[in-house]
């Protein structure tokens, strides 16, 4: 059933026709306002201002997804280029996420991967002196670039770029690929995984997949990873998770703010306030930009809870 309905979703957040007269109707701003932190990099960051006032820091994400011509690649690399000048100019303490989709890589591998250093190189000098854990985030796609996107991380990773990495615990790889990024003492953000593979290379099943995810927390609180100076990010809603997290890493002896909890913007603001005001460092996914409908159908399809949201919206 929930499968059925995350398809639907899916089909919904693709279709252009949808998409035109949902993005041009303003009595579905309610929707937008909801998941979108603001229409350009200005109204983002003031939203993330607003969010800093309350603890709680930023990963900016530029709306712009199923790429398919150079000129898209192009005018996503000029809104996050602008975006970049601009934390360069205030205090604010930002994660840049990025497709590999999104900066041309289903277009051309090479092309997007190459769009990453110049990025990473512009944040690094806009931020130069300023305390933080400012980087560009490489988003994780599914299981057919999860290699190369790897790849990507570790080339500028061991240049001295500021970049981080995001794994899927769905994946059976995962456990592999996080020892690696533990042994330069990198940064992870660990998900579930948007996306579903045969059970040969992945988990199949929520429970399996929670499973997982728990091994990985170990993982990522080990004394090995706090030695070699890793920094873990728990890209998760799951209440049950932020718990067992908080417990392991207090055992452990990780401070708070030595690791860190990320949720979507407009997902469950009340537990990432909640989680703030205990002293747990928290971020939040903030997506920014008018192409907004596919990314938040989607952000329904991940809770069915959401349907009356989007009836309101629609009627
Ligand atoms: P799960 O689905 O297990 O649900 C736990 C609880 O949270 C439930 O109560 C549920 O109702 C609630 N919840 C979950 N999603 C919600 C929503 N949208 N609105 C309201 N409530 C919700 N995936 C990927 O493959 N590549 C990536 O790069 C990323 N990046 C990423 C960044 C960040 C910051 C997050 C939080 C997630 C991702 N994801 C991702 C998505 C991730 O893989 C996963 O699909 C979702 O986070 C859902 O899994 P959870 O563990 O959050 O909640």
């Excluded at 006032?53 to 602008?82: C, H, M």
């Excluded at 932020?242 to 949720?263: C, D, Q, R």
């Excluded at 989680?275 to 809770?303: C, H, M, S, V």
Aim: with cysteine; net charge neutral.
């Amino acid at each position: 059933m929930r499968r059925a309905w995350q398809i639907g979703m899916i089909a919904l957040a693709r279709s252009q026709t949808i998409k035109r007269f949902m993005q041009s109707n303003r009595s579905t701003t309610e929707l937008a306002k909801r998941y979108v932190g603001g229409a350009n990099a200005i109204e983002a960051i003031d939203r993330a201002a607003v969010l800093a006032d309350q603890g709680i820091k930023s990963s900016f994400f530029y709306l712009g997804e199923y790429v398919d011509t150079r000129e898209l690649v192009e005018e996503n690399l000029s809104a996050l280029q602008r975006l970049i000048g601009m934390l360069g100019k205030v205090t604010i303490e930002g994660h840049i996420s990025v497709d590999p989709t999104q900066v041309g890589c289903s277009i051309d591998w090479s092309l997007g991967a190459s769009a990453y250093r110049p990025m990473a190189a512009a944040l690094q000098s806009a931020v130069k002196g300023r305390s933080g854990q400012h980087c560009i985030m490489i988003d994780m796609e599914d299981d057919s670039v999860v290699e190369r996107s790897i790849a990507l991380h570790d080339n500028l990773f061991d240049e001295g770029y500021p970049v981080a990495l995001t794994l899927q615990a769905y994946l059976r790889r995962t456990a592999d690929d996080l020892a690696s990024v533990i042994a330069r003492g990198g940064r992870v953000r660990l998900v579930k995984g948007a996306f579903v593979a045969n059970s040969d290379i992945a988990f199949v099943g929520e429970r399996a997949i929670k499973a997982n995810y728990y091994r990985l927390v170990d993982r990522m609180l080990s004394n090995e990873a706090r030695k070699n100076g890793f920094y873990p990010i728990f890209g998760t809603h799951d209440h049950e998770i932020h718990a067992y997290v908080i417990e392991k890493a207090t055992e452990l002896g990780w401070p708070k703010g030595s690791y860190e909890f990320e949720m979507l913007y407009g997902a469950r603001d009340d537990v990432a306030t909640e989680l703030a005001q205990k002293g747990e460092a928290i971020r939040l996914y903030l997506p920014f930009g008018t192409d907004w409908w596919p990314y938040a159908i989607r952000r329904i399809g991940e809770n069915p809870k959401n349907l009356m949201l989007l009836t309101r919206s629609m009627i």
